[in-house]
């Protein structure tokens, strides 16, 4: 464990390096998959991704991250958010969705709703499927984009 702690000198390096294993995975592995389709079926994809990867990690480490302390969460411009923003970009320029929010705004809309029910399912200690609710919950706000 000691030899843990001399690779990070702080607990928000620490914070910092999941979230850039997390950002590294949205560039390189997801952005490749999710090219083909229109813009809504795009977006859901993209957090059944999203709920997937948060699966993975497990309950107590999601429960770790999804603190008021972590103020990684509002950092704009991240690399995951940017995958998001190019497919908004992306359906407003064909018309699929509306243009009266910019994509930074769309993109900040979609993370709230869906951090909510990753919040969500942690209060409940992972006791329903994540990726289904986030997909129920996703298809609903794309009919409103």
Known sequence: MGSFYNCFKSKNEIL??????????????????????????????????YADYNKERGIDFVKQLYTVK??????????????????????QSKGDISTDITPEETVRFLFIAVRGVVYDW????GKYDLTEAVNNYVKRLVKIL
């Open 16 to 49: 910092d390096w999941i979230f850039k294993l997390a950002d590294d995975y949205f560039v390189n592995d997801v952005a490749g998959k999710i090219k083909e389709g229109n813009t809504q079926g795009r977006v859901i994809r993209f957090f059944e991704y």
């Open 70 to 91: 972590n103020n990684l969460f509002a950092t704009k411009g991240r690399p995951m958010q940017n995958v998001l923003q190019a497919i908004i970009e992306d359906g």
């Open 122 to 125: 942690c209060l409940h200690d």
